[in-house]
């Protein structure tokens, strides 16, 4: 086919680039969106965020009938699991959102380009379909948003049958007897609580002496404390050496990080969730002139343009967390910048969840982050223990932190561990997105009784006596 003409060509369809496609479209762009999968929605859509979470709902109800419901009165008989329908549950969600972004595209006229894309220079976009033949995209700008892939661990081959990535995690098709998750991240605690749920042993091997490395410490202890308690096993400050598929599972072998006696375990199945890194494979950066910094990240500057100007890098595949709400927020700010408006994003106010039970969350410094860089500040806590609605829900685990500036009193960071902590989080990026202090979360009035009462209460706790402890 002959030349298409764009003002911008998007490669990649995930959270970064089909929410920046979509509002470049909307400030009245002419725009293609090039992706390699045949549904739209990225990694987070398709076997990430969307299918993690139905499956984390639908084992936390699943725990919830077989052990939670005896305290409520409410008696069962035994609660059986049927795992064909639960998956088949995940995957319609996944394919009903992602022919929402379909339907977006249509309504806001953005051409779906299906297919993989090649800068060929600073304006050119070559994309070769699975079938069919090459097109070549003209485009004024060009926007970069091909997101991420798992990182490999040397010694371990990922078959996504024994030994799988979050992928293969997702799509199990029956409940294995034993697990082994190497990495106590996000993914490696998140898809862990789904089979241990379910059933399965689970035993998460950590290369660090904690968990979820870059959150506040008091979280990360609070969460193996409790996630111990629900019965899934860890071995922190481990390495694992090597895993093999063999005819009955996975043999692995493993030793203390910093040296020692190696040791082996059996496993029907082995989780590698170690990390994520950016995705630029076969994407012409050499040719288009792009440069990467030494982690792989393309370099951009504060409104997201490479070192080649007209092309533009977000999400994942650049610096800052890799979460889909800050793939997202880059695209928005992207696009409105080349639109000319006043737009930018703050890394420092980017929540991140981890939607394990009880959920984790954090906004801003954490406790450690804070002391290293010398800065002196309050500390403000409750726990979930006390707050009259957590008691009426009978999920009482966890506590509400917040850290604020000793001398200004505005908040820093605050960290939650409990329930709902996910939808809690976000009083508290908003109260630091206006630059607000505790004085004014403690100031607001929250309804009773709910679980955001315990946030008042922790912002009471910063400088004052909250009044239910
Ligand atoms: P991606 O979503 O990775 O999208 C990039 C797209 O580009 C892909 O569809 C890819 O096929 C396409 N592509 C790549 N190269 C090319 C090319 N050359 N040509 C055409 N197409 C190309 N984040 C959260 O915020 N909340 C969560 O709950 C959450 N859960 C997660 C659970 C799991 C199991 C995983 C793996 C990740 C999770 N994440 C979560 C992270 C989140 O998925 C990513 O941060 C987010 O998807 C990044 O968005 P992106 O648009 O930058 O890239
Ligand atoms: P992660 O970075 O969250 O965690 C990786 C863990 O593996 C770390 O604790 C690290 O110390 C450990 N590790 C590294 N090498 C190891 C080794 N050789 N042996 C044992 N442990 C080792 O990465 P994860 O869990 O793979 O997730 C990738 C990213 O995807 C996350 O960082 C996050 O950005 C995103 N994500 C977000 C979710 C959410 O928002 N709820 C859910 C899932 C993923």
């Known amino acids: 086919m002959s030349d298409s003409k764009f003002d911008l060509v998007v490669i990649g369809g995930g959270p970064g680039g089909y929410v920046a ?79 929402g972004i379909a339907f977006l595209f249509k309504k806001n006229k953005i051409e779906h ?76 605690l998140e898809m862990g609580s789904v089979w241990q749920r379910l059933g399965t042993e689970v035993t998460v091997v950590e290369f660090l002496d904690r968990l979820v490395p870059g959150m506040d410490a008091e979280l990360a202890k609070t969460l193996l404390r409790t996630l111990t308690k629900q019965g899934i096993k860890f071995k922190l400050g481990t390495k694992v050496t090597g895993a093999k598929a063999t005819k009955t599972g996975v043999a692995l072998t493993f030793e203390p990080s910093k040296g020692g006696k190696a040791e082996k375990i059996a496993a029907d199945v082995v989780l590698v969730s170690i990390g994520r890194r950016p995705f630029t494979e076969k994407l012409g950066l050499d040719k288009a002139g792009v440069t990467l910094d030494g982690q792989g990240r393309i370099t951009v500057d504060e409104v997201f343009q490479t070192n080649v100007a ?34 930018n994003v703050d890394y420092d106010k980017v929540p991140g969840v981890v939607y394990t039970w009880p959920e984790v969350s954090t906004v801003g410094k954490s406790e450690e982050q804070l002391k290293e860089a010398g800065v002196a500040y309050n500390v403000g806590k409750f726990p979930f223990s006390a707050v009259s609605r957590a008691r009426v829900n009978a999920n009482t685990d966890g506590f509400i932190k917040i850290l604020a500036h000793k001398e200004t009193d505005r908040v820093l960071g605050v960290h939650i561990i409990g329930p709902d902590a996910g939808t809690l989080i976000h009083e508290a990026v908003l109260c630091m997105e206006f630059g607000g202090s505790s004085e004014d979360i403690a100031a607001t009035v929250h309804a009773h009784p709910t679980l955001a009462e315990g946030v008042k209460e922790a912002a009471v706790a910063v400088t004052g006596k909250p009044i239910h402890m």
């Not at 979050?166 to 029956?174: F, M, R, Y």
């Open 113 to 188: 380009v299906e297919g993989y894309g090649t800068l060929l220079d600073a304006n050119t976009v070559e994309v070769k379909p699975a079938k069919g033949k090459k097109r070549t995209l003209k485009a004024a700008r060009i926007l970069i948003a091909t997101g991420s892939e798992v990182t490999p661990l040397p010694g371990v081959e990922i078959d996504e049958k024994k030994i799988v990535s979050s992928t293969g995690a997702l799509e199990l098709n029956s409940v294995p007897k034993k697990m082994i998750v190497i990495g106590g991240g996000y993914i490696g």
């Open 21 to 99: 496609a979509i509002r470049a479209a909307q400030l009245g762009m002419s725009v293609a969106c090039v992706e390699s999968r045949a549904k739209l929605g990225g990694t987070c859509l398709n076997v990430g965020c969307i299918p993690s979470k139905a499956l984390l709902q639908s084992s936390e109800i699943y725990a919830e009938a077989a052990h939670g419901l005896g305290v409520h009165g409410v008696k069962t008989g035994k609660v059986a699991l049927d795992l064909k329908a639960m998956m088949a549950r995940k995957d319609n969600v996944v394919d009903d959102l992602t022919k």
């Open 310 to 343: 007209g092309v533009y890098a977000i999400g994942d595949v650049i610096n800052g967390p890799m979460l889909a709400h800050k793939a997202s927020e880059d695209g928005v700010v992207c696009v409105e910048r080349m639109a000319g408006h006043v737009a």
